[in-house]
């Protein structure tokens, strides 16, 4: 059970890290980084609903 939580957890940082700026901590003040893990968490949670008309 261990297991499968820790692989949830880092399947979400793999699909977070795909953003360029994530991955390479481009943004050196804490707020910016901040405000760029929200603004993937909100891409990666809108990606997941389906299109509807």
């Known amino acids: 059970a261990a297991y499968r939580q820790r692989n949830v957890i880092e399947r979400c940082f793999s699909r977070l890290k795909q953003n360029r700026a994530l991955a390479?901590?481009?943004?050196?003040?804490?707020?910016h980084y901040h405000a760029m893990v929200t603004l993937a968490c909100l891409r990666l949670w809108?990606?997941?609903?389906?299109?509807?008309?």
Do not use: H, M, V
Request: aromatic share 12%; glycine share 0%; proline share 12%.
């Open 24 to 31: 390479t901590r481009y943004d050196k003040r804490a707020s």
């Open 46 to 53: 809108l990606n997941d609903f389906p299109d509807t008309p």
